[in-house]
Each structure stands twice: as C-alpha cells, then as structure tokens.
C-alpha cells in the first residue's frame, strides 16, 4: 500500500529522463553523416590534446576536501527534517539548528585554521 | 492521487532487478572504478525501493550518506590508489577463496531461514502519520533535542579527528625538516605525470 502522495511526478520525470539520452543519441545517429577520418577518434574535437593515461593517481590532498564534504553531507540528513517541519517549529527550534551548525562550524574553523583547505 | 497498485509492482520489478544486476556489476566487473560507480546505482535502486514502502526520510538519508557520502569516499580512495601495478600472486588463494564463500554461503542460507520464517504481515491497524518527516522534525527539536545537539558533537569529533589523522604523515615531515640538517625529503604524492604511466 503506497500513501506517499505526489511521487508520480517523480515517476513522470524517471521516465522522460531515460528517454532523454536514447532519444538523442538514436536521433543523432540517424541524422548524422557517416565519417571514418582520424579526427573522429580523438577526446576533444578542437581542445588541447590529452597528455598522458586517465588511470594515474591523483593527489592525496583531494582526499581532506572529501572529508570535510562527507562530514557537512551528513549534517544535512539531520538538519532535513527541521527544513520540511520549520513552518511547525517556531523560532526555538530555529536556534537549536543554529547551534549545531554553530558545533560544526568550530570543526570547518579548526581544519580551516590547521591548513586542511589550503592548497599549496 | 497514489500510485497504483499495477504501477507500484512495475517499480519494484524494475528496481529488484536493477539492485541485482548492479550488485553482480560490482562484484564481476575487473576495473574497481566500475565496481564504486555500480556501487552507488545498487544504492540509489534500494532507496527507491525504501521510496515505495513509503519511507521517504529513509530514502532520502539512503541517498545523502550512501551516495552522497560513503560512495564518495570510496570513488576518492580509488582514485587515490589507483595505478596499475602487477602484485605477485598471493599464495594459498584457495583458503581466502573457500572461507569467502563458505561466509557468503552461511549468510545466504541464514537470510533465507530468518525470510521464510517471519511473519510479513503488517499491523495496519497502527495508523501512519500523514506527514512523517514533519512529525520526525517535531521530535527531532522537542524529545530527542539533546541526542541531536550530541550529533553534531560527534560529527565535529569526526572531523577534528579525520583533520588530524590525514595530517599527520606532513606534521612527520615538518618535524623530521626541523631535527635533521638536510631538508627532508617531500612527503607528498608527486602531481600529474606528464609522461604517460606505463
């Protein structure tokens, strides 16, 4: 039994969305003249040419961003409920929100003051 | 207006088969990059399944921590360590191989017990709250408010502590500059090769 009201929308997007790149792709194949040239194969028709393998390692300083991304990812998760039910909640629960975004913006200070976003 | 019910079963088909199908993805495929990115369309199919038992918070916190977050991270450690390089053959493979099914085999054969075992039926006497996320929100900021503020306690603990954990191999190398006479040697991974790696 599905009481979820207003997700048939959902389901109209899904549809359309995956029609999307099979209808482009399906109508530029039809569309296209057939080319068998070497410029065909290249990553960027008229862009710089591409150095190097994809499969290289990156460098480790991506992976703080990552961890700072993740941490303020999942304050989201609980700062969710408190968006839908605001209109319910007053002024109060307004304050709670901000302290415990004030909490976490003591560690985005903390890393920030430790160079974690530093990119030298 | 509800989906109906021909619509619903529909759904759930399509997301059974595509959790399976990318599940396999994830297990069969040779290249690890595949594998994380299968990852998160097995995540993606179970949030829309948690969608049609009508829990949309869970879908939604399925969809920020699992995609947003966790495959993330891994997607990030890939990255990180991913160059090809030929490891020598580990010996014994067997053993690893046989404990690794006889485990998944053990699991498969207690979820099949514990699913014929349960009774599904729902008690639908208990009726549901129209609005689940706005009654989760009140109790959120009424009840519950002191294990909410300890959440963001825990997660700026988990950020101090991610900050100083990655930190530390360049705190080694700023102390071993200062101790040693000669400059140390970097400790940082090198940035793109510009030659193509082999």
């Not at chain 1, 039994?1 to 048939?8: A, R, T």
């Not at chain 2, 989760?136 to 306690?153: Q, R, T």
């Amino acid at each position: 039994m599905f009481v979820l009201s207003g997700y048939e929308y959902l389901l109209g997007f899904l549809l359309i969305c995956s029609l999307v790149p099979v209808l482009a792709l399906t109508a530029s194949k039809v569309l296209r003249p057939s080319s068998r040239g070497p410029e065909r194969r290249t990553t960027y028709e008229s862009g710089m040419e591409p150095v190097g393998g994809a499969w290289i390692q990156f460098n480790i300083r991506y992976y703080m961003f990552a961890l700072v991304f993740v941490i303020f990812d999942v304050e989201t998760v609980f700062l969710y409920p408190w968006a839908v039910a605001f209109h319910r909640l007053g002024v109060l629960a307004f304050i709670e929100a901000l302290i415990f975004i004030a909490i976490l913006v003591i560690g985005l200070v903390y890393a920030w003051r430790k160079g974690a976003l530093e990119w030298s | 207006m509800n989906l109906a019910e021909g619509v619903q079963f529909v759904s759930f088909i399509i997301l059974a088969v595509l959790v399976i199908g990318a599940a396999l993805g994830v297990v069969l495929f040779d290249k690890i990059v595949y594998s994380a990115f299968l990852l998160g369309g097995v995540f993606i199919s179970i949030a829309g399944i948690y969608l049609l038992q009508n829990a949309d918070f869970v879908a939604a916190a399925q969809i920020l921590v699992y995609v947003g977050a966790i495959n993330v991270l891994i997607l990030f450690a890939i990255m990180l360590v991913n160059k090809k390089e030929n490891y020598a053959p580990i010996p014994r493979r067997w053993i690893r191989k046989g404990s690794a099914a006889a485990v998944s085999i053990g699991l498969f054969v207690l979820l099949s017990i514990m699913l014929t075992r349960t009774h599904w039926s729902v008690d639908l006497s208990v009726a549901s709250p129209a609005l689940p996320i706005e009654t989760i929100g009140e109790h959120l900021f009424s009840d519950y408010l002191l294990p909410f503020e300890l959440a963001s306690v825990l997660l700026l603990m988990a950020l101090i502590g991610a900050v100083v954990l990655a930190r530390r191999e360049e705190i080694e190398g700023e102390t071993t500059a200062i101790v040693g006479e000669l400059p140390a040697p970097a400790l940082e991974l090198p940035e793109r090769p510009r030659e193509p790696v082999a």
